[in-house]
């Protein structure tokens, strides 16, 4: 038997299991902090205020806010598009080009633009 | 003595325009397998139901059958656990020959696909050692008995039959993890392609239905594992 093409999958499945680790590690306590705690009046609001947040994001020349864009968001982002790709193989129209461009694309665009707007924010002043 | 309610699938791919659905009632006690069930159906009351069998002990892997849709061994399945009709069907995803006997060609291509046996240098007849800890490491995925029904179980090899599967990714995992062996990067190459691991999605239920506990999902998933070093690495050479 010939050597049949190496798969591109390891790049996808790397991203889809940091994204799976993120999201089990770190968005069950940000949905607690700000989904529950916070509109529950149990949080301290001053910890929420703008110039705080701001200068928690700001700080280790701005890598901490990079870091959390990617883990709360991009990294998640690529799990679901993993899941859906494969979701939509298993209803028996996926695995071609256009499935993996729109998934992994629209992944790649709205983790772009978090995180240009990340950048954004930590360089505001 | 109970009597239970079977219900054989019938297909003839000859004679019959479809399968169809035959029912026998069959006497049984607490140790009346499905397959006993079947052979008392082609002894006593129907010599023309066909199906696959030998050991009857778990052993050959011959009489998979799925029994109310789940992939199971005959031999290892009793009729005491079913309280309603018990339908019996040939193996899923597999191409039916007659009645209950399934054709595993593709199956068997698989498992050789990924080059299952020793490969190595060591020439002469000298006894090759192996520590406990070298042996406990592949130990677990080298007790399969090719009876097919992890791929009656896999949604990925019924949607596509040319992925590997569960049994041919354990054992090509069982040979690259024993340390007589150095043919792993022989084996790479079919591992790592779309049809390889990276063909499955950790569904999981292989792992569920295989008789002899192998756990083949975990051996597909450490396969994933291996692949994706073994992708990092070809990227650093020439």
């Not at chain 1, 709360?72 to 993996?100: E, Q």
């Not at chain 2, 079913?82 to 995803?93: F, G, K, N, R, V």
Request: charged share 15%; hydrophobic share 40%; with cysteine.
């Amino acid at each position: 038997m010939n050597s049949p093409k190496r798969s591109d999958e390891p790049i996808w499945w790397a991203l889809f299991s940091a994204g799976g680790v993120c999201f089990a590690v770190f968005l069950p306590g940000l949905i607690l902090a700000l989904g529950i705690l916070w509109p529950l009046g149990l949080l301290n609001s001053s910890v929420l205020q703008y110039a705080q947040l701001l200068s928690l994001l700001q700080s280790g020349y701005g890598l901490t806010g990079l870091a959390f864009t990617g883990a709360v968001i991009c990294l998640p982002l690529f799990h679901a598009a993993h899941r859906i790709h494969h979701g939509l193989h298993d209803l028996k129209c996926g695995y071609r080009k256009s499935s993996k461009l729109l998934c992994y694309g629209t992944a790649a665009a709205l983790s772009m633009l978090a995180l240009y707007l990340t950048f954004h924010l930590i360089l505001a002043d | 003595m109970t009597e239970y309610q079977l219900l054989v699938q019938r297909y003839d791919p000859e004679h019959d325009s479809k399968p169809q659905r035959q029912h026998y009632t069959v006497p049984g006690d607490h140790t009346t397998s499905v397959l006993d069930a079947l052979l008392y159906v082609q002894h006593q009351l129907d010599p023309t139901l066909g199906l696959r069998w030998s050991c009857r002990m778990a052993i050959c892997g011959s009489c998979g059958v799925m029994v109310n849709g789940i992939p199971k061994l005959g031999c290892k399945t009793f009729l005491r656990d079913y309280h309603t009709d018990i339908i019996i069907e040939p193996l899923a995803h597999f191409a039916v020959e007659k009645d209950l006997i399934v054709d595993m060609t593709q199956f068997l291509a698989h498992l050789s696909a990924i080059k299952p046996y020793l490969m190595n240098d060591y020439s002469g007849t000298a006894v090759h050692k192996q520590t406990p800890a070298q042996l406990a490491k592949y130990q677990q995925f080298s007790n399969c008995i090719n009876c097919g029904l992890c791929y009656s179980a896999c949604p990925q090899f019924g949607l596509n039959p040319e992925f590997l599967g569960p049994a041919a990714i354990t054992l090509a995992q069982r040979y690259n993890l024993d340390s007589r062996d150095n043919g792993k990067a022989a084996r790479m190459p079919q591992l790592n392609s779309k049809n390889g691991a990276w063909g499955c999605t950790f569904v999981g239920f292989c792992s569920d239905v295989c008789p002899k506990q192998l756990d083949p999902a975990a051996a597909v998933n450490q396969t994933k594992v291996e692949s994706a070093k073994d992708f990092i690495i070809s990227m650093f050479k020439p």
